[in-house]
C-alpha cells in the first residue's frame, strides 16, 4: 500500500493532463447513466443546442480556471460519493451531468483552497451555459446531497483514483527492481575491487620480502668469499716469507759466492716473495757482484 501513497503523491504534484479530464468525464459520465437519454424526449431548446460535450466543457473549465491537480482530482471523490447516494435508476436532462460536476469542482475549490473563484465567476467560466441563479442552486443542492460532509482522505484518494495511480505504482515497482539490481551490482564491482586490492598490497607486501633475502644471501656469499680469498692470501705470504727465510739461511751459510744466482733455484718465482724478502734478495746480489769485481780486480 505503500506504493500508492508514493504515486498518490507524485500525482498531486503532477500537472493536468487529458489523461485526468478524460478519467473525470467518464467518471461523471457514470454518476447518471440515463442522464443523456430524458423521458419522455423532449424537443430540443435554446440551451440544448449550444450544450458542449462533457469533455468539452471539463477542458474550458480547466482551461479557465488553471485548477490545482488536487483540487481538480478530489472531485472523483465527491462524484462517486454521490454515484452512492443517488437511486441507481435516477436521470435527467441532458445538462445535469454538466451541473453535478460543476457543482462538484466548485466544492473541491472551496474547500480545498483558501480562495477560489466567486459563483459569478463561475457562470462566466461556463460561456452563459449557466446563470448565477443557477450556480448556487446546484451548490447547495449538492451539499445537501453530501450532509455537509466535503473531507477527502488519501486512502479516499487512492481508492477512487486508482485507475490513475496503478500505472505511476507499476513504473516504481520497476524503478525499486531495476535501482535494486543496480546497488546489487555496484556492490558486487566494490567486492572485486577490495579483492583485487587486496592481492595487489599481498604481492606488493610479498616481492620485497624476496629481494631482501636475496640480497642477504648475496651479501653473506661475497663476504664468504672475500673471507676465503683473505685466507688465501695469508697462506700464500706466510709461504713466500718461509720460502725468502730459508733462501736467505742457505745463502749465508754457503762459502762459495762464486755463484750468487745459484740460489735461484729454490725460489720459484719473484711474485711468491713479499717485500722485505725481495730487499733483501736484491741486497744478497749487490754484495756478490762487489766481491766478484774485487776479485776480478
Known sequence: MSGYYKALNILMKSPVTDDMIRFLTNTTLKVLPQSNYPSPPGSPGKSGSRLPSLMSFISRLVR???????????TACYLNKLKCILP???SGLPSTIH????????????????????????????????????????ERQ?????????????????????YLLEPIV??????????????????????????HKQQVQLQLQTKPRVACAGAG?????????????????SSDLSAA??????????????????????????????DSLDRYGAHLWNCEQDTLLQQQQQQAL
Open 142 to 162: 449538492l451539499v445537501q446531497l453530501l450532509n455537509w460532509d466535503l473531507r477527502v482522505t488519501n486512502d479516499d484518494l487512492i481508492l477512487d483514483l486508482r
Open 217 to 233: 644471501d648475496r651479501f653473506a656469499s661475497v663476504k664468504t668469499f672475500d673471507h676465503q680469498r683473505n685466507a688465501s692470501v
Open 170 to 195: 507499476e513504473d516504481l515497482e520497476r524503478t525499486s527492481a531495476q535501482r535494486k539490481k543496480l546497488q546489487k551490482q555496484i556492490q558486487l564491482q566494490k567486492l572485486r575491487h577490495q579483492q
Open 99 to 138: 451541473r453535478i460536476f460543476l457543482a462538484c469542482l466548485i466544492l473541491s475549490a472551496k474547500f480545498h483552497n483558501d480562495s477560489s473563484p466567486l459563483n459569478k465567476h463561475w457562470a462566466k467560466y461556463t460561456d452563459g451555459l449557466f446563470s448565477v441563479e443557477d450556480v448556487n442552486l446546484m
Open 64 to 74: 479557465h480556471t488553471n485548477v490545482y491537480t488536487p483540487t481538480l482530482l478530489a
Open 88 to 90: 441507481k435508476d435516477a
Open 241 to 270: 716469507t718461509l720460502v725468502s727465510e730459508a733462501s736467505e739461511l742457505d745463502i749465508w751459510n754457503k762459502a762459495d759466492f762464486g755463484k750468487p744466482l745459484s740460489r735461484l733455484s729454490s725460489v720459484s718465482t719473484m
